[in-house]
């Protein structure tokens, strides 16, 4: 029973380590204490940079989800240096442009969809089509979305209908891979996490904090708590979930009558000065 998710020997891809503090990290992280062998794919030579001492002596390529083509060579790269089959894929990785500030859904810039269509979304389809060739025949991927597709924080901008399409491609890809494979897809629902990125969605503080109140627990998700749920769907004994979604969030999504947030929502105001 000391292997029980039976992942010793496997190679796994994990694209999206940024540094310490990501999702990313902590589930590759995890997957080598597991006895699997990790191969890294990150964005930039200066991400390979300041990832140097961490990642050092280990597999590092580069792969720009956004230039056309960039999931096409990772594969032939990862291929060509030996690693394989791959047992494994790991998808962590999104962006959006907050650079002019929270605009609210409607007013989303085109060229900022887009890009964060392509980053976050079809780049999960364009990894999956690169590697079929290069995978185990029961082979699992799973990527990162949000607990919640329905209602998202209004800071969160139009990253909630990026994330919808990244689960509906993640389901429509276990359909479309199940023609000829055994391949699984899943995706992990995250709820709100502490990471750098989300550092740096305006007023991301405050919708962390009212987070924790409504879970059941009265404490936030760990970055390591979403690890350990992505390593169970790379496992075989999460060999009966294929195009679902696992939802992470410590009971948030579940806790609409919290009797705490009712009381502090109930509140009488206090007077405005000067009346």
């Not at 185990?136 to 969160?156: C, E, F, K, M, R």
């Not at 991301?204 to 979403?226: G, P």
């Not at 410590?250 to 009488?268: C, H, K, T, V, W």
Request: hydrophobic residues 45%.
């Amino acid at each position: 029973m000391s292997d029980f998710l039976n992942l010793t020997g496997k190679t796994v891809v994990v694209l999206g380590v940024a540094n310490k503090k990501s999702v990313a990290w902590f589930t590759a992280k995890s997957l080598e204490a597991q006895g699997a062998t990790v191969v890294y794919s990150v964005r930039s030579e200066a991400r390979k940079k300041s990832l140097e001492t961490l990642l050092a002596g280990k597999p590092v390529f580069i792969c720009d989800v956004e230039e056309e083509g960039a999931a096409q060579k990772l594969a032939a790269d990862v291929a060509a240096a030996g690693h394989g089959p791959i047992h494994g894929i790991v998808h962590s990785i999104a962006f959006a442009n907050y650079s002019e500030g929270f605009k609210p859904f409607h007013a989303t810039p085109r060229k900022d969809f887009l890009q964060a269509t392509a980053i976050s979304a079809f780049s999960l389809v364009e990894v999956a089509n690169a590697f079929k060739p290069h995978l185990a025949p029961d082979a699992s991927v799973v990527t990162i979305g949000i607990s919640s597709l329905l209602v998202t924080p209004d800071n969160y901008g139009y990253m909630g209908p990026i994330k919808a399409a990244l689960e509906s491609a993640s389901r429509f890809l276990a359909k479309s891979f199940s023609a000829d494979s055994a391949v699984r897809f899943n995706v992990v629902g995250a709820g709100p996490l502490k990471t750098s990125a989300s550092a740096g969605i305006p007023g991301y503080l405050e919708s962390y904090l009212y987070a924790e109140k409504m879970t059941f627990r009265k404490k936030n998700l760990t970055t390591q708590e979403v690890a350990d749920t992505v390593l169970f769907l790379l496992s075989p004994r999460s060999s009966g979930l294929n195009g679902t979604t696992l939802t992470v969030d410590a009971g948030l999504g579940s806790n609409y009558f919290d009797q705490e947030i009712i009381r502090l929502a109930m509140r009488p105001e206090s007077p405005k000065s000067g009346q």
